[in-house]
């Protein structure tokens, strides 16, 4: 008689953790799936540059319109030089 006792507690343990794992499981898919929406691929870092870019950009355009970036001579040189010209 015990160790049907034994059995059945230890099976009412086993589904106890089982039970955790599944509600941590669908827990964690459903913080995956908000976070989705929210970000990019949840990278922080890929977020944080692309809106440094855009801060940039709105700041370029409100100061120089849609005026291309000068470019120095150093510039034109190197490009040149790049592109297999002298």
């Known amino acids: 008689m015990n160790i049907v006792k034994f059995l059945t507690g230890l099976f009412v343990a086993l589904a106890f953790v089982f039970a955790l794992i599944v509600a941590y499981t669908v827990a964690e898919a459903d913080v995956n799936l908000t976070l989705d929406k929210n970000s990019d691929y949840h990278d922080e870092l ?23 970036t000068p470019l120095t001579a150093e510039h034109e040189a190197e490009i040149k030089r790049g592109l297999g010209g002298k």
Do not use: M
């Not at 809106?51 to 940039?56: D, F, L, P, S, Y």
């Open 46 to 68: 890929t977020s944080e540059q692309l809106e440094w870019k855009q801060w940039a950009d709105a700041e370029w355009k409100a100061e120089h319109g849609n005026l291309q």
